[in-house]
């Protein structure tokens, strides 16, 4: 059993940075691929971004080019540093993981074992 925490959520101006940590129970974090996701009111919960356990990252469209993941093995801790915030930004953000393996469909939310409570994030205008 793994348990995430997410921690870095708040309230920021537009063009302003957060930057997210995902801390893990896991002895061994560097065996899972972290995923992030997040959901704002009325809509679906979408991937932001992703780190596999070699530290090869994906990023949606929306985020890509202002926000980087990454991870520190030996803190278990995973991270999202988001810059240049955008009120369309405003959302939970969640960290989830899943054991390594050799196909990763790091976007689809339904293929993450464990999941974080969530941090809010929320961007003013």
């Known amino acids: 059993q793994v348990q995430l925490v997410e921690s870095g959520g708040g309230l920021v101006q537009a063009g302003g940075s957060l930057r997210l940590s995902c801390a893990a129970s896991a002895r061994t974090l560097s065996s899972y691929n972290m995923g992030w996701f997040r959901q704002a009111p009325g809509k679906e919960r979408e991937f932001v971004a992703a780190i596999t356990w070699r530290g090869n990252t994906y990023y949606a469209d929306s985020v890509k080019g202002r926000f980087t993941t990454s991870r520190d093995n030996a803190k278990n801790t995973a991270y999202l540093q988001m810059n240049s915030l955008k009120p369309e930004d405003t959302a939970v953000y969640y960290c989830?993981?899943?054991?390594?393996?050799?196909?990763?469909?790091?976007?689809?939310?339904?293929?993450?074992?464990?999941w974080g409570q969530g941090t809010q994030v929320t961007v003013s205008s």
């Open positions: 989830a993981a899943i054991y390594y393996s050799t196909t990763y469909y790091y976007a689809d939310l339904n293929k993450y074992t464990y």
